[in-house]
């Protein structure tokens, strides 16, 4: 019955949307295979000033920057915006790249402890005395866990201490939010967050290139000093006409962004309900908990036995005793696919005791 793909991060299924393939070939034959050059050399092309228009529009923000990926974004932003006499404050478990980013800046660095609304008060309490600009940075939704930042209380925290929002929505653009925006529109909070660094490689296609979109003023300031961006070549048109497609399709209607919600539902309670403890809440990300790292990767190759294609994730990927089987719900799952999957875990979970 063949092997079905559980470990993607391809949310929507778009690709391998006929559409988003059409879209790639027709820029390919029309625009060439690459520029051979950075974007402010000969490296922008009219696809990449209407894409950079569109993710702007897609997030109404005012202007947005192409980047060769969402690693690239977050490496180019914080050394570009903030200077000695600033301060960024960073999640705990903020992604790799972020973390990355920040060590680049010269800004002072407080980490706060994940999602911890009094830590991270308490640290913007401390850096409004000592520096003149505070950015709090934050995954919107965190990868390894399948859980979304508490937007609505950084931003009122924000809001107190005079500091600004950055968020990375590489999980959640496309899909999380009644329209697919990501966390700022699930948690009503699209006017409060400052700048959104996503990606283009997961929901949106799946191809490649990451971006920046926020106010304008920070737009140009990232044209002018963002390293990644001036020193690294031009998306190719391939990938630049498979993203654009990508938003075509999630702004002409919201039906692929709410594929999504019922069938993570679906599997969410399934496996709760055969006994299995699913970290994070409402996210396609469903980290299936299992403790022992040796039972995540002997469970994982039993899956794929079965048909069914998983990953476990243990220790430095995540912290020691907490292993897990790192399931990702896609919209091209049909409910017979996520039963299936749902049915191996049980029987894999039985075999090896982590259900009784
Ligand atoms: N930020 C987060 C939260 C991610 O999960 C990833 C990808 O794994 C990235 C950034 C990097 O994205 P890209 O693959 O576009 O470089």
Request: net charge neutral; aromatic share 6%; glycine share 8%.
């Amino acid at each position: 019955a063949g092997i079905i793909n559980f470990c993607a991060n391809n949310y929507l299924g778009l690709s391998s949307h006929p559409e988003v393939i059409r879209a790639a070939v027709e820029a390919l034959e029309k625009f060439g295979a690459g520029l051979s050059s950075v974007r402010f050399i000969c490296g922008t092309q009219s696809i990449h000033k209407d894409l950079e228009e569109k993710i702007a529009r897609f997030h109404q923000r005012e202007d947005a920057i192409l980047y060769a990926s969402c690693f690239d974004a977050n490496a180019g932003i914080f050394e570009a915006l903030l200077t000695p006499e600033d301060a960024v404050l960073s999640d705990e478990l903020n992604h790799a790249s972020i973390i990355d980013g920040i060590r680049l800046c010269k800004a002072n660095k407080y980490r706060y402890k994940h999602m911890d609304m009094q830590d991270l008060e308490a640290k913007l309490k401390e850096a409004q005395q000592k520096h003149r600009l505070r950015l709090v940075a934050t995954d919107g939704a965190f990868s390894m866990d399948g859980d979304i930042a508490p937007l609505r209380e950084i931003c009122q925290l924000a809001q107190k201490y005079d500091a600004l929002v950055f968020i990375d929505e590489c999980h959640a653009t496309g899909f999380l939010g009644p329209n697919g925006r990501g966390t700022d529109e699930l948690l009503g909070v699209m006017d409060k967050v400052t700048i959104i660094n996503s990606t283009l490689g997961k929901a949106l296609g799946g191809a490649a290139g990451g971006y920046t979109t926020g106010p304008k003023p920070l737009i140009d300031l990232l044209r002018q000093r963002s390293r990644p961006y001036l020193f690294s070549n031009s998306l190719p048109p391939a990938v630049v006409g498979c993203a654009s497609k990508a938003l075509d399709l999630l702004m002409e209607s919201n039906a692929i962004a709410q594929s999504m919600a019922a069938k993570t539902q679906r599997f969410r309670s399934k496996m709760t309900a055969a006994g299995f403890t699913i970290s994070g809440k409402d996210h396609p990300i469903c980290p299936v908990m299992l403790g022992d790292a040796r039972l995540a990767s002997v469970m994982a190759e039993d899956m794929l036995d079965r048909g069914i294609y998983v990953i476990g994730f243990s220790y430095p990927v995540v912290p020691k005793g907490k292993a897990r089987i790192r399931v990702q719900i896609s919209a091209v799952h049909s409910d017979e696919d996520i039963d299936r999957c749902v049915q191996a875990f049980i029987e894999v979970g039985r075999k090896h005791g982590a259900l009784s």
